[in-house]
T-cell receptor, first 116, second 112 residues
Framework: KAGVTQTPRYLIKTRGQQVTLSCSPI?????VSWYQQTPGQGLQFLFEYFSETQRNKGNFPGRFSGRQFSNSRSEMNVSTLELGDSALYLCASSGTGLAGTYNEQFFGPGTRLTVL | DAKTTQPPSMDCAEGRAANLPCNHSTISGNEYVYWYRQIHSQGPQYIIHGLKNNETNEMASLIITEDRKSSTLILPHATLRDTAVYYCIVRVGTGTASKLTFGTGTRLQVTL
């Protein structure tokens, strides 16, 4: 079974630009979560999508948004990039909907975003 | 989600057991203890989870104290590939609500 894939793996942008990152979950998984990892703040939860609906949201400004498609693929968008948005963005998928099973999160390799 | 406290770093000799402690004194009755690890430059990887009973799988064992205020992750025979940051996470339930609150974790260094 293929794992979680994220594209692109590396990205360089300049301040003020916007960026879109993509995540393809494991086949059959319906939940996709996004996390930001920086040396200063560690791993922080951004938001979670389940069946195309945002189900949970972390404490990030409105410049960070996401969406999920009917095939469970997800994208996150960051508008008006700031230097502090430089980070590793991780996507995780989980949830086959099987009752009684633990829906562990499977993480992708991440997209490393550098804002200059 | 309850707060967790872990030592910032630990060393372990290869082949020996690595015992990683975690304090979660404010844990409530419906909160589970989860362990994930992150090997350098990779996404975190699920290891194990438990509610109140000790748990074991092919990767590790989880020992939870009777009062549930602390737990220990045990890697029985650590190898160099186990060098990683280990995160202890406490959260409600095991369902599809997938928010994980990561702390600063324990950086485990396995040496020859």
């Amino acid at each position: 079974k293929a794992g979680v894939t994220q594209t692109p793996r590396y990205l360089i942008k300049t301040r003020g630009q916007q960026v879109t990152l993509s995540c393809s979950p494991i086949s059959g998984h319906r939940s996709v979560s996004w996390y930001q990892q920086t040396p200063g703040q560690g791993l922080q939860f951004l938001f979670e999508y389940f069946s195309e609906t945002q189900r949970n949201k972390g404490n990030f400004p409105g410049r960070f948004s996401g969406r999920q498609f009917s095939n469970s693929r997800s994208e996150m968008n960051v508008s008006t990039l700031e230097l502090g948005d430089s980070a590793l963005y991780l996507c995780a998928s989980s949830g086959t909907g099987l009752a009684g099973t633990y829906n562990e999160q499977f993480f992708g390799p991440g997209t490393r975003l550098t804002v200059l | 989600d309850a707060k967790t406290t872990q030592p910032p770093s630990m060393d372990c000799a290869e082949g020996r057991a690595a015992n990683l402690p975690c304090n979660h004194s404010t844990i409530s009755g419906n909160e589970y203890v989860y362990w994930y690890r992150q090997i350098h430059s990779q996404g975190p990887q699920y290891i194990i989870h438990g509610l109140k009973n000790n748990e074991t799988n092919e990767m590790a064992s989880l020992i939870i104290t009777e009062d549930r205020k602390s737990s220990t992750l045990i890697l029985p025979h650590a190898t160099l590939r186990d060098t990683a940051v280990y995160y202890c996470i406490v959260r409600v339930g095991t369902g599809t609500a997938s928010k994980l609150t990561f702390g600063t974790g324990t950086r485990l260094q396995v040496t020859l």
